[in-house]
């Protein structure tokens, strides 16, 4: 059976996510997957149209990792899964924070994410405007956390916070305060930047929660 032969859409799309956890979005082309997957550029077009059709293709791909809620679920639960299954996907694959809402045509997979958090949020009591606002609020704090995290100047690992911070501590005299918090928080107990996503999300949907039952 030659190449050709067992070529497909899916693994074509996970042929450009390969090559994209390498290089980014950027090295991404129908050149660099067809080379990933040891074929000839031209055999792709049997399955993807363009360069364009690609991308759509791997945008969905991100959202079909991406946990959806189930309408009937709980708000507050079913919120804070899909927001920690959302960074678990972006800290994986970091090239999708900009690329994954850009594409000019929002596929099959982003539409039904979407319908499937806010049906479980008219459901619960949410108004759709006050829907809207938190969808908006968890996801940009999603994106800004996994962004951070994919740009730490070190890699996670147990006391590796505490070890950046030994090496740059900053000056006590000229810098009080920040060396003061770096200190009671380090010297508290273990400390890891990645439990800092749950704290940040719990205030948020606090807040929310606050906001829902007044509105009742």
Known sequence: MNARAVLSRERIVAAAAAVADR?????????????????????????VANKG??????A????????????????????????????????RHPWALGMI???PRPG?????????VLGCLLGSGFSAALAIHLFSAVDA??????????????????????????????????????ARALGELLSAEPYSFADEFDVGLDLILDGFAQRLAASA
């Open 108 to 116: 099959t997979p982003l539409l039904r994410n979407f319908d499937r």
């Open 101 to 103: 809402e850009a594409r």
């Open 53 to 58: 059709a690609l991308l759509d293709a791997l």
């Open 23 to 47: 290089g980014g979005i950027a090295a991404v082309s129908m050149r660099s997957v067809a080379a990933e997957l040891g074929v000839e550029a031209m055999s792709l077009y049997h399955h």
């Open 141 to 178: 704090y999603v994106y800004g956390f996994a962004l951070t995290e994919s740009t730490l100047p070190f890699a996670p690992a147990d006391g590796a916070e505490k070890a950046y911070a030994d090496d740059v501590a900053p000056d006590p005299e000229e810098y009080p305060h920040l």
């Open 60 to 91: 969905d791909w991100v959202f079909e990792q991406i946990s959806a809620p189930e309408v009937d679920a709980p708000w507050r639960s079913a919120m804070a899964g899909r927001a920690r299954s959302a960074r678990s996907v972006l800290v």
